[in-house]
């Protein structure tokens, strides 16, 4: 066992550790632990499904012990750390499992991220490893994974899940050829870091997120128990599953925790999630707002699968309107569970039986009786009882620092301890939290995460934008969508919207990071603060585009 704490990573302080270790919020179990016990209580239960594969958990666990002992021998040590940038394919499952295993870190990209994201990811984490598909979605990932692995100094290994009945490309590992008979495995402390989750947009250096086993197997099990799991539970994953809702509020974790059935689309679509759910038998699943309102839509139109096995469904990531709330659990014959998260950590959820208004207008409350949760001013000040504030929070699984990354601490963290979510927020008298927005430096689209500062960024290296600032507009389908105020270096020839997204595509960005919408403009507002603030900028915009 390592006896000091990964460098980078910032520990809770000793008395707080003591204190949920005491209450049994953390068991210092690993995730490996908890596979283990699994498979060892209901080896031949479901342990995860897709179209093409079915395993039990003792499958699951003797494929993840196969990969570990691959990783190993390919040179992957504990503690460091492995990209993995896979759709949702049941190999997710028995990679993260593997790296577990292995005491490796896995750091959990998602399919559309570009080289624009992986590389400074890459960078930031120091990966050695980097696990992906050849082609997803007629994507070639396995030569982006080449192009990433040029560009970081540390990165040996990129390890392919190859196409269906095709050997991996040439210089790449194929992950079927790196199974091994399990041998000796690494033994890890439970409050050690498991893995590393990305903070959606920022720039520069990239906010990796440290979750240990302790911290996350709490929120985990937590998040299982007020989202009703039992051995029963198929939980459907049709988000991205690297994003952390999916990922554990309750997610395929939480469902593997419960002893349930993770099952995984291939994408959110009714036509191909609506088919897994009658093929599965589904009974919890997770969306934001815009694809809850999709699948709403679709059912109300009428649909030929039978969807009477679903009974909850989450919806979180971004505002949900009181009006899609009420609508769905009508709609999809479900329970809603309104769920506010972030990767950071806090995580709030309305009751299965809680009334119908708290369930349809309000984000919930906090999962933990130690979670700390506080609505201040922008001197850190406590607003008036119920009156709109930024949110900040400390507890038994939020992080008390990013990885490695003192500036951004600095930034959002208190001296206290205190995370700074950037959530504006009211708190009800009953505990529950209406989120009202956010702080401008974020566009929230429909769930994915903008960051004003790094699409800033690309725009201005185009050469017929002098500058350009990002705000956010109201969208009825989104929630928020982009919109790019630009000065043009020469107003004769200003950029057009479809040039400045095909120009930020070719950088190498996400998709959901291109802008929705251009106004050029002569000039920008002046906003009385002398010295320029972008914040004070993107507000004087934001008003002035959604007057
Ligand atoms: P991230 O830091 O990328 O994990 O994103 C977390 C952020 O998503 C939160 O800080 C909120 O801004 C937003 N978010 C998540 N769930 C909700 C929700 N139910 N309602 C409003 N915003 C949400
Ligand atoms: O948006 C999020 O990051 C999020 C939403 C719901 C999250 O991290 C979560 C639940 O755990």
């Known amino acids: ?132 598909c050849h082609h997803h979605q007629l994507f070639d990932h396995a030569a982006l994974a080449e192009t990433v692995r040029g560009a970081a100094a540390e990165l040996d290994h990129v390890i392919v899940v190859a196409d269906r009945g095709a050997a991996a490309p040439a210089g790449t590992v194929g992950l079927d050829e790196l199974r091994r008979t399990p041998g000796e495995f690494p033994v890890l402390d439970a409050a050690e870091v498991a893995f590393l989750q990305l903070s959606g947009g920022s720039t520069g250096i990239p906010k990796l997120i440290p979750r240990t086993h302790d911290d996350y197997l709490y929120s985990v099990r937590r998040s299982a128990e007020l989202c009703g799991l039992d051995s029963g539970s198929v939980y459907l994953a049709a988000l991205p599953v690297a994003h952390n809702f999916p990922m554990s509020s309750p997610g395929i974790l939480g469902a593997l925790f419960a002893g349930g059935t993770v099952a995984l689309a291939a994408d959110p679509t009714p036509s191909t999630a609506f088919a897994a759910i009658e093929r599965f038998g589904v009974t919890i699943s997770g969306l934001v707002p815009p694809l809850a309102r ?33 609508r769905i659990g009508p709609a999809l014959g479900v329970t809603v569970q309104q769920v506010f998260g972030m990767a950071e950590g806090l995580v709030c959820y309305t009751r299965l039986d809680d009334p119908e208004e708290v369930i349809m207008g309000t984000q919930g409350r906090p999962m933990s009786d130690l979670d ?48 700074r979510t950037g959530d504006v927020v009211a708190l009800r008298p009953d505990g529950n939290l209406v989120v009202k927005g956010r702080d401008g430096d974020r566009v929230n689209r429909g769930g994915e995460k903008v960051s004003a500062e790094e699409l800033e960024e690309h725009l201005l290296e185009h050469p017929a934008v002098r500058d350009a600032a990002i705000v956010s507009v109201p969208d009825a389908a989104l929630g928020e969508r982009t919109c790019a105020f630009v000065l043009a270096t020469d107003p004769a020839a200003a950029p057009t919207l479809a040039e400045l997204r095909k120009f930020v595509r070719e950088r190498g960005v996400a998709a959901w990071k291109l802008p929705d919408l251009v106004q050029v403009v002569d000039s920008f507002p002046e906003t009385g603060v002398g010295k320029t603030s972008r914040r004070a900028l993107r507000a004087a915009l934001s008003e002035r585009a959604n007057r």
Not at 295 to 321: F, I, K, Y
Not at 387 to 396: C, E, S
């Open 1 to 132: 066992m390592l006896d000091s704490p990964l460098p980078g990573f910032t520990p809770w302080p000793p008395a707080e550790a003591e204190l949920y270790r005491s209450l049994g919020y953390w068991t210092g179990e690993t995730f490996s632990d908890l596979l283990a016990a699994r498979a060892a209580r209901h080896p031949d239960a479901v342990a995860v499904v897709d179209t093409a594969q079915r395993w039990t958990y003792a499958e699951l666990q003797t494929r993840a012990q196969e990969l570990a002992t691959g990783f190993a021998e390919l040179g992957i040590r504990p503690r460091d750390r492995v990209l993995v940038q896979l759709p949702n394919i049941a190999e997710f499952v028995e990679v993260i499992f593997g790296l577990f295993q292995a005491g490796a870190l896995p750091v959990f990209c998602l399919p559309a991220h570009r080289q624009a994201e992986l590389v400074p990811i890459a960078q930031a984490s120091g990966a050695v490893a980097l696990i992906t």
């Open 372 to 419: 700390q949760v506080a609505v201040v001013d922008a001197d850190g000040a406590p607003v008036a009882p119920g009156a709109d504030g930024m949110l900040i929070t400390k507890g038994p699984y939020t992080i008390r620092g990013y990885y490695n990354n003192p500036e951004a601490n600095e930034r959002s963290f208190t001296a206290e301890g205190w995370y």
């Open 294 to 326: 999709v699948w709403a839509e679709r059912a109300e139109a009428g649909t030929p699968h039978d969807l009477s096995s679903l009974r909850v469904l989450l919806v979180g990531g971004a505002r949900c309107p009181d009006e899609l709330a009420r």
